[in-house]
């Protein structure tokens, strides 16, 4: 099992950037492949980038495909998501999850953090 603690969110300007964290605890990250969604009010939970176990392959979702960027550091047991050109579209709550195989819109992850609130102001 591993546990996952999101960081990094916060209220930014249209424009802006913002780099959120996901640290695991419990097991090693580089058992899992992991990743992004996230949930805006009155929203379905959406799927936004995850990224292989190695960091080798990353998948995006279209809506933040060349203004998102994934990565991972397997040595410090913490992801990234490194976030720019925000929009007021972007603001929700945003949830690290992990799974023993890689995911994107169809495969619900087993492992997910608590969430952390990106918001992004017009």
């Known amino acids: 099992q591993v546990q996952l603690v999101e960081s990094g969110g916060g209220l930014v300007q249209a424009g802006g950037s913002l780099r959120l964290s996901c640290a695991a605890s419990?097991?090693?990250?580089?058992?899992?492949?992991m990743g992004w969604f996230r949930q805006a009010p009155g929203k379905e939970r959406e799927f936004v980038a995850s990224?292989?176990?190695?960091?080798?392959?990353?998948y995006y979702a279209d809506s933040v495909k060349g203004r998102f960027a994934i990565s991972r550091d397997n040595a410090k047991n913490t992801g990234y998501l490194q976030m720019g050109s925000l929009k007021p579209e972007d603001t929700a709550v945003y949830y690290c999850?992990?799974?023993?195989?890689?995911?994107?819109?169809?495969?619900?992850?087993?492992?997910w953090g608590q969430g952390t609130q990106v918001s992004v102001s017009s």
């Open positions: 990224i292989s176990r190695s960091g080798g392959s990353t």
């Open positions: 419990g097991r090693t990250l580089s058992s899992f492949a």
């Open positions: 999850a992990a799974d023993q195989a890689i995911f994107t819109t169809k495969r619900v992850p087993e492992y």
